[in-house]
């Protein structure tokens, strides 16, 4: 089954709001990736939390993918990534 490629939020807005938004999430999944790459090279111990984050469990079959959902894994990442290095390296 299709999914409409936009949520239904951002229907009705114009092409550029639409395009700022692509933006905005192809910025975030690239963060993402960036952020994940840098968790299974420095410290692959903790790729098996990334399964585990609450965020990444989604409680729908289909759950949307909105920006304040990159944004909000975004930012788990990078706290346990940031506070993982923290706690495990010498400064």
């Given at each position: 089954?299709?999914?409409?490629?936009?949520?239904?939020?951002?229907?009705n807005?114009?092409k550029?709001?639409?395009?700022?938004?692509?933006?905005?999430?192809?910025?975030?999944?690239?963060?993402?990736?960036?952020?994940?790459?840098?968790?299974?090279?420095?410290?692959?111990?903790?790729s098996?939390?990334?399964?585990?984050?609450?965020?990444?469990?989604?409680?729908?079959?289909?759950?949307?993918?909105?920006?304040?959902?990159?944004?909000?894994?975004?930012?788990?990442?990078?706290?346990?990534?940031?506070?993982?290095?923290?706690?495990?390296?010498?400064?």
């Open positions: 089954m299709m999914t409409n490629a936009y949520p239904p939020a951002t229907a807005w114009s550029a709001q639409q395009l700022t938004h692509k933006q905005l999430i192809a910025n975030f999944n690239a963060r993402i990736l960036v952020v994940t790459m840098s968790i299974r090279k420095e410290f692959p111990e903790l098996k939390y990334i399964e585990e984050m609450p965020i990444t469990v989604p409680i729908n079959q289909h759950p949307a993918i909105t920006l304040k959902n990159l944004k909000d894994y975004y930012g788990s990442l990078s706290a346990m990534l940031t506070n993982y290095r923290d706690e495990h390296t010498d400064n």
